[in-house]
């Protein structure tokens, strides 16, 4: 590799593990290395093979112990605590702008309290220690007040759990009961939720719906359709091939992540465990409908942990579940992994280790074990040059293996290792690599010992137990498996004067899907994908027929970058070549392709010969791989309709009419690969516009609605 790639490989792979100079590991990894020295990375360190060993290094080699203790040992808890002032300034804030009509601002003002007020009892000082529940009855108020009666249900029956000063206690039942008739009105409703559905009007916290996979899930491919197939090869590793014809438009994978985690940027507007809108803090939102000039939204009444003010969730069943797995873990330390300047990457690999806890761990690490040590003994029997083996001795061997493949598959069952058969690329890592992703593994586990993730910490001055190396180790696989295989979850934020115009996706965290890990790249990608909350939805935006690989995107496009931008993109972050059609014949940019020069398949059933447009196309040609005279009229004909739909799909884009628009222009799109092949300046825009419109049955949110 030249000195140049190397560098910018180095750069990437670093920028995958730490947020660039901000925070405080950066210089705490380069104090530690230039204590250590390029020397000892290359000689010392490089000879250690495993993850164990490597973390084992930073707190006992001579060398670099001392200067790494140094920094690892002064971690402390650090979070934004509960305010039961602040909470109250908003609570009255809120009531000062419900007087003034202004519902929205009251409704956000009321949220912030209900954010920052510990629990009852908590802070007698303030209101008497009942600073939550009289902001959950605020905020009942106005929800009921807007329509939102589920809503306000919700915050009403919180209050009463958490108990209400006496003189609260009647009205609270009467907003209660009141709420609950409605409710049971609006239940003999003649507006079915189907229809609630076809109009976009969204009004609880329920995410929207998962659409179906495309002929039912493929039982040996979690989350995957049953069109799809996983093939092993040589050169590409697994990949996704087609197992039957797919159509564009068919739902190929519909995953929930094993693990996501939120950009530390959206913790106050999106729920912090199933990274829905929970928090509007753009220009004010109009509380009378659900629907303003077309655009659709939620209402939502967002709660907080019970501990800390840096976080908040849509309801209180997101806020349980990450309390009773990784939270409570992370809750005292989230500003501190902010301040460290540690990547999202690196806060979701050790998501995958707080959300499981320690016993969940220790079986993980168990089960990685086993596979190792069966891999190592086949190895060495296929190595083996002793003389043959008796029948007792094979007999003897037979029934060991299948011993201990009944005891992996029962582990399996119980534990998803589908992650640790990524690829992580350990062969091509530099000693200097795997040292800088030890620091990192190194400093999250200082973080666990601080929080009571182990039962029996050791202290400060002692080498951290097997168990904690252990999980350690854990840290540090993730880490290198992550750098290849997680995916940007995004929303689409729309345009602020048209539906699609101006729209763009909006990275909002990081999550890990062990089934659409394994789709290999393509700058002319098969398929698109958008997310409803953290699921991904992979579907189809051309043809493809049984065999053919079924590769989506990572990052470059052929339309927008160069073959060299490209390669060199692919090269630093992902560390491959790609060889996709598009960069075996150099497909020009955007602005170079056109319509005229079309490329046409031979209608010769069975025949794979591709023709250019004639000069003539009402004179037969022959196709010198079929011997035949062939006729393309019928071809050039059949690309002209498609343009034509592609023209009507515009149309419907500009009406606003997302599934009219998405029917034209797969239509089309489908037409056009049955008789032509890419390049096609129209093919592209009705595929990509085809993407725009798949991604509004996903995440969406205007940031432009009336203000009340």
């Known amino acids: 590799m030249e000195g140049g790639e190397e560098r910018y490989r180095n750069l990437c792979s670093s920028e995958t593990l730490r947020s660039g100079k901000k925070g405080f590991f950066s210089e705490f990894g380069e104090r530690v290395a230039l204590v250590a020295g390029d020397r000892w990375i290359a000689k010392v360190f490089a000879r ?104 306000a249900l919700d915050d009403l029956r919180f209050a009463e759990e958490l108990t209400v000063p006496q003189q609260f206690k009647s009205e609270l039942a009467r907003k209660k009961e009141a709420c609950e008739k409605v409710i049971r009105e609006n239940e003999k409703s003649l507006v079915s939720a189907k229809e609630l559905e076809r109009r976009g009007e969204w009004t609880t916290t329920e995410s929207k719906p998962l659409p179906p996979l495309t002929e039912g899930e493929n039982p040996g491919i979690p989350g995957a359709s049953s069109l799809l197939e996983m093939e092993e090869t040589v050169s590409a590793g697994k990949r996704a091939i087609a197992a039957k014809t797919i159509v564009p438009g068919d739902t190929l994978v519909v995953e929930h992540p094993i693990a996501a985690a939120l950009l530390p940027d959206f913790f106050g507007t999106h729920c912090q465990h199933c990274f829905s809108r929970s928090v509007f803090l753009l220009p004010p939102f109009s509380l009378t409908s659900t629907t303003v000039g077309g655009n659709r939204f939620r209402f939502v009444a967002p709660v907080g942990c019970p501990n800390c003010s840096g976080v908040a969730f849509c309801g209180r069943k997101c806020r349980d579940a990450a309390m009773s797995s990784y939270h409570k873990y992370e809750c005292k330390i989230l500003a501190l992994l902010i301040g460290s300047g540690m990547s999202v990457l690196s806060m979701l690999a050790l998501r ?20 190792t040590s069966n891999e190592g003994e086949d190895r060495n029997a296929r190595s083996s040059t002793e003389t043959k083996p008796s029948k007792s001795a094979k007999r003897r061997s037979r029934k060991k293996k299948w011993r201990d493949s009944q005891r992996r598959e029962k582990l399996e069952e119980d534990i998803d290792l589908r992650a640790y058969d990524l690829v992580a690329h350990e062969k091509q890592r530099s000693a200097k690599d795997f040292f800088e992703r030890s620091l990192m593994a190194a400093f999250m586990l200082r973080c666990l010992q601080r929080v009571g993730f182990f039962e029996k910490p050791t202290k400060d001055e002692e080498t951290p137990n097997e168990e904690e190396i252990g999980v350690a180790a854990l840290l540090s696989k993730h880490l290198q498996m992550l750098q290849f295989n997680a995916h940007e979850v995004f929303e689409t934020r729309l345009g602020t004067e048209h539906w699609f115009r101006g729209s763009k996706p909006v990275y909002l965290g990081v999550a890990v899907y062990p089934t659409v890990a394994r789709f290999n790249h393509d700058c002319y990608p098969a398929v698109t994908r958008y997310f409803v909350g953290r699921s991904i939805v992979i579907r189809a935006i051309r043809r493809l027929e049984p065999g053919d690989v079924v590769a989506e995107n990572y990052g470059p496009i052929f339309t927008k970058r160069t073959l060299k931008e490209r390669q060199n993109t692919l090269a630093g972050r992902y560390w491959f070549r790609c060889e996709c059609t598009a960069c075996r014949e150099d497909w020009p940019l955007f602005d170079g392709l056109s319509n005229d020069l079309v490329r046409l398949r031979c209608p010769t059933e069975g025949c794979t010969k591709v023709h250019g447009t004639p000069r003539d196309p009402n004179k037969m040609i022959k196709c010198s791989s079929c011997r035949r005279e062939v006729d393309l009229r019928g071809s050039l004909e059949t690309v002209r309709e498609c343009e034509t739909l592609y023209a009507r799909g515009f149309a419907a884009m500009d009406r606003e009419q997302a599934e009219a628009a998405l029917q034209a222009l797969l239509e089309g799109a489908d037409k056009f690969h049955r008789v032509a092949v890419p390049p096609h300046k129209d093919t592209h825009l009705a595929e990509i516009a085809a993407s725009v419109c798949m991604a509004d049955n996903g995440n969406v949110w205007s940031p432009q609605n009336p203000p009340v």
């Open 352 to 371: 995958m280790v707080t959300q499981n806890g320690p016993n969940k761990c220790a079986e993980i690490r168990h089960a990685l074990t086993c596979r």
């Open 48 to 151: 250690l093979t495993n993850d164990e060993d490597r973390i084992r290094a930073i707190f006992t080699e001579p060398k670099i112990n001392s200067v790494a203790l140094e920094t690892l040992n002064r971690t402390e808890p650090l979070y934004r605590a509960k305010d039961a002032t602040a909470s109250r300034k908003s609570r009255l804030e809120g009531f000062v702008a419900a007087t003034a009509a202004k519902r929205t601002n009251a409704l956000l003002c009321f949220s912030q309290a209900v954010l920052r007020a510990p629990l009852t009892g908590k802070c007698e000082e303030v209101d008497r220690g009942f600073t939550l529940s009289l902001a959950l009855l605020a905020r009942a108020e106005i929800l009921a007040a807007s329509g939102q009666h589920a809503l």
